[in-house]
């Protein structure tokens, strides 16, 4: 399916310029219950962004980061890069000064966007490549003396609208339009190897696959998205906003953490027709809220255990959910990280408008996805239009190999590292997901695990930890856990709920030691009954020998997937 405006443009800021012509007292960028911009304040604002950034020098190519919380100033200050022909270099708030300050200093920027919250992260200071600072809740400039950011005393410490009209008037300057080929990011990713990468994403790339995800799901003008994940990732960036600023949606920001009870109100009171989460999300909601109504007691367990009353007893939570997202949700987008199979299938029997999608920041990011009308339990979906999607060297018997793509939505490489670039790009021009995987005789992409993941047991077969670790997380009191290989045998790092645990045994509580006691001994019991039952539904060559308590939660990345490197 052919995006409507696809033949309209050929770069990023071409988006406002049109929409700010089409739709320009329509809303386009806000914040839940705080300042909100319509598509042509959009335009403006960016325009306005654009002229600062040439008055101070900015130069074409130079590299501009954004450090901040999502809001309409993230983008205004992305758009404005582009509109004055720099490279913008985003960059997640959750990451740490150190690594911020790595990436300042690889990627060479000039310019830094940054939110009043996020300065004192930065307080051993600047790298001398940062010439000027713009704080995001205002976007003026601000003092670097000695490379230090310093905010002055009284200035307005939130976010508020600006009209550029009414700010301080800065020299005209007629920008040249980018070209397609030309750099539109540098995104530095934090995976699961703990080596990060600089992305380099071209106009071109953002653009083809913000345009051809309609082929998956079309998105209109009429749409309302609710925004829960940071637009420093090429997720959020491209899907969550560019796709609704090129055809005309309405985005909404929050301005704390997505818990459900914050989340409850917003939900009813803006009622948004599409959301773009991690699975996590979802799953946190599953396992509180709806798994405790269908399976509390023995009764209703034995009724999940038939298809049809499941699937009918799934549909009347399903709409108790529906109801819970503002009762228009028409499409839930999960993405970053495998979904748990049991969450899937209650989605599934509840009709819930759930999606998948799967991609990398080097492919901006979409490759394939279905959407709610057309689900396929445990895929990823078809291809996006426009992309080829095949398996590198498929084993004979069973058909896996590695997932390979080739599209104009594929990145540049990787900046400043061709070696690397060149290890992730075959002979012909495919680019290497890394993800193992097969494509069925329908044309749909199933992902088995990551490559780098892959246990080879002691008979040479291949021990896939991501499935070993979606039965785990299938039990009740399982929060997350990690399948590894230690000094030879096959083990499961487990996070319980101890807090669930806990809450189980309170009528039986006598005192604080006795009590400590019994928590401890159900811990233990729980984990020799996890691997138990997780043994009796694996191939004999994937049983686990050990299962161990976890403590703590694991470190994970922007899209929740654990830092595996952290615990091998």
């Given amino acids: 399916m052919k995006n409507r405006i696809s ?24 914040v839940v219950n705080g300042i909100s911009y319509s598509y042509s304040e959009m335009e403006g604002l960016a325009d306005y962004i654009a002229t600062m950034l040439y008055s101070i020098g900015l130069q074409q190519n130079d590299r501009v980061a954004i450090y901040s919380e ?41 310019v830094l966007f940054i939110s009043r919250k996020l300065v004192p992260k930065l307080d051993e200071g ?23 950011i310093v905010v002055p005393e009284g200035m307005e410490p939130d976010l508020r609208k600006i009209s550029p009209a009414n700010e301080q008037v ?49 998105v209109f003008p009429e749409d309302v998205f609710l925004s829960v994940l940071p637009l420093a ?36 009171e803006i009622r948004p027709t599409t959301m773009l989460t991690v699975p996590l999300i979802i799953e946190k909601i ?68 759930y999606a998948i999608g799967y991609g990398l920041t080097e492919t901006a990011p979409l490759l394939s996805g279905f959407n709610p009308s057309n ?32 599209g104009e939505n594929i990145m540049k490489g990787y900046y400043l590292d061709e070696d690397r670039t060149r290890e992730v790009f075959t002979d012909d021009g495919f680019f290497r997901t890394g993800d193992l995987g097969y494509i069925d005789n329908n044309g749909v992409i199933h992902i088995r695990g990551r490559l780098k993941n892959v246990i080879i047991g002691p008979n040479g077969e291949n021990i896939y930890p991501e499935e070993i670790e979606a039965i785990i997380n299938e039990k009740e009191y399982v929060n997350e856990s ?58 004999k060559n994937s049983q686990l020998q050990l299962v161990m308590l976890q403590m703590q939660p694991f470190e994970k990345t922007p899209t929740m997937k654990i830092k595996r490197y952290l615990y091998l």
């Avoid at 033949?7 to 806000?30: C, F, T, V, W």
């Avoid at 028409?330 to 969450?343: E, H, N, Q, S, Y």
């Avoid at 339990?377 to 060297?393: C, L, N, T, Y």
């Fill in 7 to 30: 033949s309209d443009m050929s770069n990023l800021p071409q988006i406002l310029s049109l929409n700010a012509e089409r739709y320009p007292d329509k809303m386009a960028l806000g």
């Fill in 70 to 110: 999502n809001n309409p100033h993230w983008g205004a200050s992305y758009f404005g890069t582009l509109r004055a022909g720099g490279i913008t270099v985003p960059i997640l708030p959750d990451f740490t000064g150190k690594e911020v300050r790595s990436i300042l200093v690889h990627s060479e920027t000039k």
């Fill in 126 to 148: 600047l790298p001398k490549s940062v010439t000027h600072v713009v704080l995001t809740e205002s976007l003026t400039l601000i003092e670097i003396p000695q490379h230090r």
């Fill in 170 to 218: 800065f020299m005209s300057h007629s920008f040249p339009e980018p070209e397609p080929d030309d750099l539109a990011s540098i995104i530095y990713t934090s995976g699961t190897t703990g080596k990060s990468k600089g992305v380099m994403l071209t106009h071109n790339n953002i653009l083809f696959d913000a345009v051809h995800s309609g082929s998956i799901h079309q």
């Fill in 233 to 268: 990732h090429t997720y959020e960036c491209t899907i969550g906003m560019v796709v609704p600023l090129l055809n005309g949606a309405s985005v909404y920001y929050i301005d704390r953490a997505p818990t459900a009870s914050y989340l409850g109100p917003v939900l009813r």
């Fill in 286 to 353: 599953y396992k509180s809220k709806v798994r405790p109504a269908l399976y509390k007691s023995a009764f209703m367990k034995l009724l999940m255990r038939f298809g049809p009353v499941r699937r009918l007893l799934s549909r009347a939570a399903g709409k108790k959910l529906t109801a819970f997202f503002g009762g228009r949700m028409r499409f839930f987008g999960i993405g970053g990280a495998p979904l748990a199979p049991d969450v899937e299938r209650f989605l599934i029997d509840s009709r819930f408008p």
């Fill in 375 to 406: 689900a396929v339990f445990r895929s990823v979906g078809k291809p996006m239009a426009g992309v080829e999607i095949k398996i590198g060297h498929p084993d004979p018997v069973s058909g896996e190999g590695e997932i390979i793509a080739r």
């Fill in 482 to 539: 990690l399948v590894m290989e230690y000094k030879g045998k096959l083990v499961a790092r487990v996070h319980l709920n101890i807090e669930q645990i806990e809450e189980k045994l309170q009528e039986l509580k006598s005192n604080a030691i006795e009590f400590q006691e019994m928590v401890t001994r159900r811990t233990e019991e729980m984990l020799e009954e996890l691997k138990r039952s997780v043994n009796e539904h694996v191939s």
